[in-house]
């Protein structure tokens, strides 16, 4: 396997030298805190060996790569029955644009824009006893890590300001395929949404869609299939209306978050999770994108 210190060491190196870090992401209040100068990197190979530089112990709001996570679960538990209710085709639309919604009778185009996550939720809210905690409970089993946890103050920051989710929650419930009430589904949706995750917890937890669906400890989540899919899915779809370019710079399965963090893959080979808080225009990490394209053009490492 591969020594990733010089890599990693060299990307940390250059994102505190960059002046334009784009934008911390503002229409959730309790994210406009966060300090643009933090930056971390981490890569998990393999065999388990982790290398880490910049802030990469540090947690922060993973937001919407919690969409993947959620995804995993509702897909073990509802199985190929999932896809009557989202499809998987990319949106080419922000993350949170409602347009489409309406035209497809309130079928999400994929599981990874807002209203296929809050979809989503509504499968696991109907499958779970307890869904905030069985869901938390699970991400921390991935991980094997029981000090992964909510932000409740992030959820309760966007539950207050979370107007197109509602719109879209109501919109969903209003063509029937919504089982909960908008509420309940939400107060989940916005709880997975502020899960806090450092970088090296990050690829801890996506070592399973690395690894054939089983985690550092051998343990099995998903099948060959479902990991197949969940991987093509944040191909396509996990970078919204920057997805093609993602897949163009960068060339690896992966899912950002406008907390500022990215989480990528390179099946049986590696996990690598960003984090610099400032965003680009389509609300993805400006210096994530960048340093993961370095990763993978320096080292001449991607799925292509
Ligand atoms: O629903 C929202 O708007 C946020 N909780 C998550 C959005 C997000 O992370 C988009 N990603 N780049």
């Given amino acids: 396997m591969l020594d990733y210190s010089p890599i990693v060491d060299k990307i940390v190196r250059e994102a505190k030298q960059q002046a334009n870090k784009g934008e911390v992401a503002s229409y959730i209040p309790e994210l406009s805190c966060v300090d643009s100068n933090k930056f971390g990197i981490s890569i998990l190979d393999k065999n388990g060996k982790g290398f880490h530089a910049g802030d990469s112990g540090e947690q922060f709001s993973i937001q919407s790569i919690s969409k993947v996570l959620s995804l995993a679960m509702a897909y073990s538990l509802a199985g190929e029955e999932l896809w009557k ?10 993350f949170n644009h409602l347009s489409l919604l309406e035209m497809e009778n309130g079928i999400p185009r994929n599981p990874l824009i807002n209203a296929g996550a809050i979809v989503i939720c509504d499968i696991l809210v109907s499958n779970l006893k307890n869904p905030k905690s069985d869901f938390l409970s699970y991400v921390q089993n991935i991980a094997n890590d029981p000090s992964i946890t909510y ?22 419930k209003s063509f029937g395929n919504l089982e909960n009430d908008v509420e309940t589904v939400l107060d989940f949706y916005f709880h997975s949404c502020s899960l806090s995750m450092s970088c090296e917890q990050l690829t801890k937890v996506f070592y399973i869609f690395m690894n054939r669906g089983n985690c550092l400890k051998n343990k099995n989540y998903l099948n060959l299939s479902q990991v197949k899919r969940i991987n093509a899915i944040m191909l396509t779809c996990g970078f919204y209306d920057e997805a093609g370019e993602f897949a163009f710079e960068v060339g690896l399965p992966g899912k950002s978050g406008v907390g500022g963090g990215i989480v990528a893959l390179l099946p049986n080979q ?14 993805n990490s400006k210096l994530g994108m960048l340093a993961l394209e370095k990763l993978t053009t320096e080292t001449g490492l991607s799925i292509f």
Avoid at 85 to 94: A, L, N, T, W, Y
Avoid at 155 to 172: C, M, P, Q, V
């Fill in 85 to 94: 209710r989202v499809d998987v085709e990319p949106s080419g639309d922000p």
């Fill in 151 to 172: 932000d409740d103050k992030v959820a309760e920051s966007e539950k207050r300001t979370g107007f197109r989710n509602y719109a879209a929650a109501y919109l969903i």
């Fill in 270 to 283: 590696f996990c690598v999770a960003t984090w610099s808080p400032g965003l680009n225009k389509k609300g």
